[in-house]
């Protein structure tokens, strides 16, 4: 039965065969004068003879788009063009494939009647807008505004693969704002609009076009009409398609058939289809059946070279292979061929790989592959998942008591009463829990060689590529081959071994490339031009050949003929995308429904869990399933296991990029923005442990504030685990993304709070002086002063004294400890004055001033309870300040005189250090306490505290407590006759010491080298830098060793007089400057404690004296000091350091 005749002026359906409307009386079509054939009312030619044809007589409507209206007052008004960017213009016009939409408003006559003309002018502006809003959205053209309706082109200027999608997708987003937007205009105007959308597909002429001062970029040809035409046939509110158009975007929606209708202006009835909503489950695309895998191509030597490491891993000697290349060039191809070689032989395959998203997740590969080998499921309880663990340790032979409660920990595992919490430091925990691991990794080598492959590691944490380390360091003693794979950018930090080799994948050459091809199509050769355009497009990465020849395959555009493909016509110019990017587009919009949970699972990562994928995804479990089977058997994805316990991996990185990239940007907001809701509605432990996933898809989100306050936590709680890398990255991308947002006083506090949290990482990572520990708190402090907190500037104050107390601008320093001091002192806070006086201790020792100093100490310690202020350690300055107290009352003791109990008070440092577990507090105590033992020039001990010192802050990343016990290891060593290897570290400690930033201490490190210099004969070289030393002591008031400067001064120079210079020596001694603390000829203390001459304290005139190798001082008794036995000969040596005799 034949369709009815709709009319294009109002909707009506006429029956067939009839000339006019019987609703308005439009003509329905135009009679040919020649031949009286019935043509469309658009045709300028009768279709059957060529006779040229009058216009229509129908009546047109004021709103009808082959008369546009436009009040006046729109026609000037700039802003009613809004939504319509500028072309990038050539006059020169192209022909290509458009979809074209046009959008109508319904009823606008009578709205133009009910309404005054100011009214309507803001109504349309209003519908303008949403409209506007929904085309940008999906990246359309509005070419043109015709009165109330829109003409919108998808695929110019820029064309996408699926601009037929974008349009329908723009038609039903606007229908859908513009019901939203009516509930204001019912509120505000009294009126409901209603919209009809028509959307067609074909070829046009597109360029400029127009004469005088007015020129368009407009599209030629029947498209735009026929757009214009489908539209009138549509019902209000809803959106009609032409058949050209339906075929492109089969399976993306649900969509009715009208049936033909005689449109006006074509010469046969068109097939036109209603959009109902989007199908989220059909394809227009059959799915071919699960293929194999692409045989590799062109790596025959490198796949030989990995098989015969894995043989010597076999006989007991471990290998290490580094295996790198650009995204896509088959580096975990290589690695699977390598798992296929081997598959037979008898081994242990441990497998997993970084994620971008975990970058500053501390261990996830290992979390990530201890769980999928335990075999934890999320419904398990906290019981079942310790049960398999404390199973899993017991089969691998490993001890449960210590292991168990390790390893719960990593894996957020509740413990039971079975087993004591650890009771660890939060670095000893990272410690132990690193050598559990290593030991898991190695375990049962004896029995059977291990593979271990680790991918990705561009995408690696620091602890992870820690981890790695140490296996490296073993893989020779244990029967296993070590694989890691990573990208070009990424450059790895160990050194060369024997047993570790580097391989760089290249691009294949042309008849490489040539041969994979082939092996794709099965054999069959493809088309010359083809071939050549895919050679010469992939440029030899083996991930652009695969993906581009699949697409090619399952464009239509080939047929098979025996043993070749054929074009089914001229091949287009979009058929081989340009670009990779483009080529996976396409394939993925191919895939309709398939590609939403594609791309939904490139939001969620590289490898995903089913568990995950349902709990964002809308659509349902039968449904969801059958998409994934899809993507797997067309290879994009690769999975593990079965649902609801399967997993999912992108086939290559580039292609979750790809699919992720393809996402609108409010599509992909929208997935982020679930996936965010999802973690923190249904996976609880994921958002206590891994803050930072949640900051990530709230930022990917759009929604700033939500991300900032996760960036915040995450920092937090790396700092808490004492991974102060990953803790910096957090604070940064919080603050990074703060930047974005306007001024306002939420903003300053939220900066507040990240920057403070922010410093003491700093300072762990990069050392106390560096530029970024000074901006980061001078920003804090200038933010404190905006919203005039003053009592909450405190912390800011103790990180700006730390600052420069360590770059030796010790002014500052005391100015800053006396603010702190004083803020304190008005809060009555125990805590606050503990650290103002915690502050004031070490600028005032640095300074000289040792008895104010000691009287800070010693309402330091009177305040101090280790469990009250053990949270100190975190907060203000890293460390702890019981320890600190103790350290520095050690080298005052010492320096006043009271050996013994500075002996005493250093180890007590130490035990305090041991017992709060604290690294940083503990490499400050062992610091200290190999300084005190080399002014007791005991080599030996100071050697043992030095290298204790040296292993912690290395492992912990402390760069200025490695560069100081790299410095005292090296005067040990010239105390202990090893002079050329210890100036050597010397020389590199104080070359890190620099490199921190830090001046403080250089004046007592510069005369330990000058002392050593001395002592092989080079005292020009010693008095060079004791000159650098003092020009340090000058311009930093840093007085504390200033005296035995002078002395080493003295003594070296009566070494160049021994040697045969004395004549020269005694006149540069005796015209040297007077130091600032008065030596004169009275006895000196011993070598052993402080070895300038007779000293007078600047503050009490204290005269300080002792007998050589004597270490038993006792305190004074009134406000005078004696001398002691030996003073006689300490007299004589400082008279012939004088040049007395």
Known sequence: MKSPIQCLHCGHKNPVGANFCGKCGTQLWDLCPNCGTNNP?????????????????????????????????????APWQVGSPPIPGASEAERRQLTVMFCDLVGSTALSERLDPEELREVVRAYQQVCSEVVDRFEGHIAQYLGDGLLVYFGYPLAHEDDAQRAVRTGLGIVEEVRNLNKNLRQDSGVTLAVRVGIHTGLVVIGEMGGGDKHEQLALGDTPNIAARVQGIAEPDTVVISLATYRLIQGFFICQDLGLYALRGLSLPMEVYQVLKESGVQSRLEVAAKVGLTPLVGREQEMELLLERWRQAQEGLGQVILLSGEAGIGKSRLVRVLKERIVQERHRWLESRCSPYYQNSTLYPMIDLLQRMLGFRREDSPEEKLNKLE????????????????????????????????????????????????????????????????????????????LLGLLIDQAPTARILTVLTFRSEFYPLWPPRSYLIQIMLNRLAHSQVEVMVEKITGGKKLPVEVLRQIVVKTDGVPLFVEELTKMVLESGWLRTREDRYELTGPLPPLAIPVTLQDSLMARLDRLTTVKEVAQLGAVLGREFTYELLQAVSSLDERTLQRELERLVETELLYQRGLPPQARYIFKHALIQEAAYESLLKSKRQQYHHRVAQVLEEQFPEIVETRPELLAYHYMRAGLKEEAIAYWQKAGEKAIERSTHVEAIGHLTKGLELLKTLPESPWRIRQELALQTILGPALMNVKGYATPEVEEAYMRVRELY?????????????????????????????????????????????????LQAHHASWPTLFCLG?????????????????????????????????????????????????????????????????????????????????????????????????????????????????TAWGMILRGWALVEQ??????????????????????????????????????????????????????????????????????????????????????????????????????VSPSPHLPRGVFSSGYRSCPQTGYKISGAKGDHKFKPPVTTTRQPRRGAPKADQDLRRVHGGV
């Open 41 to 77: 009312p658009a045709n300028n030619f009768c279709y059957q003879c060529g006779q040229p044809l009058g216009p229509s007589t129908a009546p047109e409507s004021p709103f009808s788009p082959s008369q546009p209206y436009r009040p006046p007052d729109l026609q000037e008004d």
């Open 391 to 466: 199973r899993a340790l017991g089969e691998h032979g490993l001890p449960l008591a210590k292991g168990v409660p390790l390893f719960a920990s990593l894996l957020s595992v509740p413990l039971s009463d079975r087993y004591p919490p650890l009771n660890l430091s939060p670095q000893k925990q990272k410690q132990k829990t690193l050598e559990a691991l290593l030991a898991w990794l190695m375990e049962g080598t004896e029995k059977r060689p291990a593979l271990i492959i680790v991918e990705d590691l561009h995408w690696a944490d620091p602890s992870t590529l820690e």
């Open 785 to 833: 002063q905006q919203v005039g907190e003053t009592e909450q500037l405190f912390p800011v104050l103790s990180g700006l004294w730390l600052f420069y107390n360590v770059r030796a601008e010790l002014q500052t320093a005391r100015e800053l400890a006396e603010q702190l001091l004083s803020l304190a002192q008005g809060a009555q806070d125990p805590a606050r004055l």
């Open 849 to 961: 001033e040792l008895v104010t100093a000691r009287a800070h100490l010693e309402q330091g310690i009177t305040l101090y309870n280790s469990q009250q202020y053990r949270s100190q350690a975190f907060l203000y300055i890293g460390h702890d300040p019981g320890v600190c107290c103790r350290n520095h009352a050690a080298h005052i003791l010492w320096y006043l005189g009271y050996a013994d109990q500075a002996l005493r008070e250093i180890r007590d440092a130490l035990a305090l250090a041991h017992e709060l577990a604290h690294p940083f507090s503990l490499a400050q105590a062992q610091g200290f306490a190999a300084w005190l033992y080399q002014l007791c020039r005991e080599g030996p001990i100071t050697q043992e505290q030095a290298e204790a010192t040296l292993t912690l802050c290395t492992k912990q990343g402390f760069p200025l407590w």
């Open 977 to 1078: 006759g090893q002079p050329e290897e210890g100036i050597a570290q010397m020389r590199q400690g104080l070359a890190a010491w620099r490199a921190t930033g830090s001046q403080l201490y250089l004046s007592y490190f510069l005369a330990l080298l000058a002392e050593a210099y001395g002592k092989v004969g080079r005292a020009e070289e010693g008095l060079t830098v004791l000159t650098e030393a003092l020009e340090i002591v000058n311009r930093h008031k840093e007085r504390f060793y200033e005296a035995e400067l002078y002395r080493l001064r003295g003594e070296l120079l009566l070494r160049i007089g021994e040697s045969g210079n004395r004549g020269d020596g005694e006149p540069r001694f005796l015209g040297s400057p007077s130091p600032p603390f008065s």
